[in-house]
């Protein structure tokens, strides 16, 4: 009788130490979708969640009064839960600090390193900050055995690009992280994108706005259940009905990200990914519509490169530019920004060149003779001016193939090997200041590799006032 007693006890204090385990953060915090009222986060928890998991919010860090209980995302992942949460009602370009809680329990924040802000209104000049990654998860040794990566001792490449630009933004605040495609490999699993994505960028992914875009390595549909974009056009744009390419505005930037990559892989019967003629179409719309002072389209094929590929024979890149191009000229885009080619290559303002490298023709197809770095490119913010072409693949790591080129492409200097481009490790700034664009491309060590102003000249766009959605 006493045995028996004695085991009931023992019994009685085992099973609340069982079930009362706290959560655990399986995934930091990221901010998606920012508007000047408003902002999402996104994180995620292991499985032990009984109940809900909470934002806390406000203007100081010990001072969190407001709350706001996260919603559940369908669940694609064994042994975690994901958990969204948007923020409404926020005041305009206004730091909010935010904690994060499971269970009553608090996972993270509450501190200066967890905050973010909201976006200025649109249409306002604004200065404006920008971090873009292209093939940033091209991590070496490049191997489909992930363990190969993560036992590296040496860090990697994309660890040595981010310490290179942090070195080089010495903290100033930023808008947004663009991404340029390829961002985990080799396929772009969940598990892939936890080592190579959000565990690299952890520290600016929780109070800056991500901006995705998909390239050829994100081939497994966990890209789809890891991020939340514009395609409802809550951030201004137009709607575009898929999470895959979408629009925005922020102040007085109008951001356009595009993916093609789908249309030249294999046929899809995924209704997530529309028909390459529809996101034309959609893509001819959104252009016609906006009226804001800078146009920035952002997708992971360049149109113009000789490194890794070739634009005058490889087939899917001609294509692009055949389709493309005509919609840059026409509606006047500043700036297209890819990635594919891990190297960086920076165009002169372009405007009508659709054919090879060899039919390229400064006199007839460059409208502005600057390079950008002495002297600024000059272009009004109406169709015609041109458009600056840049790929920046690098921010995994580069190797080069070939000699760089292209003649569209601005030359180096000769103690950068007098190529029309650089095959080394680095990421893209850009910076939008009124009427004013600047653009550094920095190495690991936080040096300038490449640095360029363009300025516009003339009649000032009239930016839009969003339509209610």
């Not at 920008?130 to 490049?142: A, E, I, T």
């Not at 979408?246 to 529309?274: G, M």
Request: aromatic content about 10%; glycine content about 8%.
């Amino acid at each position: 009788m006493n045995r028996f007693q004695c085991s009931a006890i023992v019994c009685f204090f085992v099973i609340p130490a069982l079930t009362a385990q706290s959560a655990e953060l399986r995934r930091a915090p990221y901010l998606q979708v920012p508007t000047s009222t408003s902002m999402t986060i996104r994180w995620r928890t292991d499985d032990s969640v009984r109940y809900t998991s909470v934002v806390r919010f406000g203007k100081s860090p010990d001072k969190l009064e407001s709350a706001l209980e996260a919603r559940e995302l369908p669940r694609h992942f064994p042994g975690v839960r994901d958990w969204q949460a948007t923020i409404d009602k926020l005041e305009p370009d206004t730091k909010y600090y935010y904690a994060l809680e499971a269970d009553r329990a608090t996972l993270c924040g509450a501190d200066e390193q967890h905050w973010f802000r909201t976006a200025p209104p649109i249409g306002k000049a604004h200065k404006l900050r920008f971090w873009l990654l292209g093939d940033s998860g091209s991590n070496r040794p490049r191997s489909d055995d992930l363990k190969t990566v993560l036992a590296a001792k040496a860090p990697m490449d994309p660890i040595l690009v981010r310490n290179g630009f942090r070195k080089f933004n010495k903290g100033q605040p930023l808008d947004g992280i663009i991404l340029l495609g390829d961002n985990s490999y080799p396929t772009g699993t969940d598990e892939q994108y936890q080592a190579s994505f959000f565990n690299v960028y952890a520290d600016e992914l929780r109070h800056t706005p991500l901006w995705p875009c998909t390239g050829n390595h994100d081939l497994d549909d966990a890209y789809k259940y890891l991020f939340t974009t514009n395609a409802r056009a809550k951030a201004g744009g137009t709607p575009s009905g898929s999470m895959f390419y979408y629009s925005a505005d922020i102040a007085n930037l109008h951001l356009v990200v595009l993916d093609p990559w789908k249309r030249w892989l294999e046929e899809t019967t995924d209704e997530a990914h529309l028909p390459w003629k529809k996101q034309l179409a959609w893509f001819e719309k959104d252009l016609g519509a906006t009226g804001q002072e800078w146009i920035v389209v952002v997708q992971h094929f360049p149109v113009y490169c000789q490194g890794d590929y070739n634009s005058d024979t490889n087939g899917p890149l001609k294509q692009l530019r055949a389709r493309l191009v005509p919609m840059f000229d026409r509606h006047g885009v500043d700036l297209a920004v890819s990635g594919h080619d891990h190297t960086y290559q920076r165009s002169y303002l372009l405007h009508g060149h659709l054919g090879t490298s060899k039919t390229f023709d400064p006199k007839k197809h460059v409208k502005h003779s600057s390079d950008g770095r002495s002297v600024p490119m000059v272009k009004p913010a109406a169709p015609g001016g041109g458009t600056m072409y840049i790929v920046s693949g690098t921010g995994g790591g580069s190797r080069k193939k070939r000699e760089l080129t292209h003649p569209a492409m601005i030359p180096f200097p000769a103690a950068q090997g007098k190529n029309r481009g650089l095959a080394i490790p680095s990421s893209l700034v850009l910076e939008f200041d009124d009427r004013t664009l600047r653009g550094w491309q920095v190495d690991v060590n936080g040096d300038v590799l490449d640095q360029f102003t363009m300025v516009h000249q003339g009649e000032r766009r009239k930016a839009r006032t969003p339509s209610k959605k």
